[in-house]
């Protein structure tokens, strides 16, 4: 069975990779670009760093930064209408995965009149967007090499997926210096996040050889350097690796789809405004141990790669170093959680995500692992 692989045509990587961020503006064309980004990015004086690479190389900035975690279809829209009223003729994105999904959902809306949610899933924009260089600053979702983009519905509280060619970078900018200040909570939930996007992967119906490789790569650096990331930020080496990973992780899910821990973590964060990372690394261990009796070599191969014989130990012992909290101390009431149930399982079920995993869930599986990793103390 043939398969198909695609990726931004341009990934420059490694510490200092920055630095060929004015360059590939240069080499796309680009002369006056829309750089979006969120005001922690400001603050941080990341963003000014990536205007100084751009104006040297003689490339015009607009700032748009009024991006927040978890993009909304308001946010793309103010975003868009800075774009056309300067003109810009291409986005670099720089942050995490919310500044970089806010600004594919800008450049592909620009092309696309219709509204953003008629082409939620999978391909289903006709043509591509204005060109984007993104610029990620977690070691986490791997969007700056994805096809995917996650923009929330606020009217509804739903988190909407889109995978699409349109949705790929024309290029990457991959630095691991930009996450050396990244906090700890930040650091342990995306580095979780791409762990499971490098496992989910690799378990998918949709695995192919290639991401296969990738997948097991990323599994490995990231299991073997995030506690260090996490204890010791400013330790390049362990931050490299934990990025590599997450891109590789990215190129990984991008091709082979992400599932059903995924699929359940959407409509989770969307009802009670957690970060995908932490609502992505809750459910982790729990929706591991459901599915792993229908991909066992799988499983027991992603263990090795973690150094360790048990997929669902492995993954609650790395939880637990990197104090990624239980879902019952996230604020997430009781009462509320048990009258969403229904609902986040049909929003799981609808995203696609779910069909990908080696084991299928039914709604009512799904409301019991919910209620499982609720459950869960210690
Ligand atoms: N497109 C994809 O393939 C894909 C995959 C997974 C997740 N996502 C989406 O990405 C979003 C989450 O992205 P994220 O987890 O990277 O976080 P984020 O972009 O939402 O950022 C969270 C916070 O961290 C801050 N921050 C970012 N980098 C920092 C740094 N280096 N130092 C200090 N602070 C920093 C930001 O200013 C922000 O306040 C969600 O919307 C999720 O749905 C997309
Ligand atoms: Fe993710």
């Given amino acids: 069975m043939s398969a198909i692989f695609r990726s931004p045509p341009i990934i420059h990587y490694g510490a200092g990779a920055l630095e060929q961020l004015g360059p590939t503006a240069r080499e796309l064309g680009l002369r006056q670009v829309l750089l979006v980004t969120d005001p922690g990015m400001v603050q941080l004086g990341v963003a000014d760093k990536a205007r100084s690479q ?12 009024g991006v927040q975690p978890d993009p909304t279809l308001a946010n793309v829209e103010a975003g868009l209408t800075v774009l056309r009223q300067q003109g810009c003729d291409g986005l670099v994105a720089i942050g995490g995965g919310s500044p970089i999904d806010c600004a594919k959902a800008i450049a592909v809306r620009h092309t696309h009149p219709e509204p953003l949610p008629e082409f939620a899933g999978v391909e289903k924009f006709p043509r591509p967007g204005l060109p984007l260089i993104a610029v990620p600053t977690t070691a986490g979702t791997g969007s700056e090499v994805t096809r995917v983009m996650v923009i929330t519905d606020t009217d509804r509280d739903v988190k909407m997926m889109f995978a699409s060619r349109s949705c790929l970078a024309a290029a990457a900018i991959v630095d691991p210096v930009l996450t050396l200040g990244m906090p700890k909570g930040l650091t342990a939930a995306v580095g979780v996040d791409a762990l499971t996007h490098a496992l989910e992967a690799y ?20 299991a073997h350097n995030l506690r260090t990331a996490y204890h010791d930020g400013s330790n ?39 970060t995908h990372g932490l609502s992505i690394a809750v459910l982790l261990p729990a929706v591991t141990e459901f599915s792993q009796s229908s991909a066992p070599e799988r499983y027991a191969r992603a263990a090795f790669e973690m150094g360790q014989q048990d997929i669902v130990g492995a993954l609650r012992h790395l939880n637990r170093d990197v104090g990624i909290p239980k879902l019952r101390n996230l604020n997430v009431p009781a009462e ?25 869930a039914s709604a009512e599986e799904i409301v019991a692992l ?7 103390t210690a």
């Fill in 54 to 65: 751009l104006e040297a190389a003689a490339v015009c900035v607009v700032v748009f930064d």
């Fill in 203 to 222: 378990v998918s119906r949709r695995a192919q050889p290639q991401t296969d490789l990738l997948a097991l790569s990323a599994i490995r650096l990231i």
């Fill in 236 to 274: 390049l080496e362990a931050r490299s690796a934990v990025m590599l990973g997450a891109m590789q992780a990215g190129l990984a899910f991008s091709n082979a789809s992400v599932a059903l821990v995924h699929g359940m973590a959407r409509p989770l964060g969307a009802c009670f405004h957690l």
């Fill in 336 to 360: 509320r959680f048990e009258s969403l149930l229904d609902k986040m399982a049909a929003d799981a079920l609808a995203s696609g995500s779910p069909a990908n995993n080696p084991r299928q």
């Fill in 370 to 376: 919910y209620r499982r990793v609720y459950a869960e």
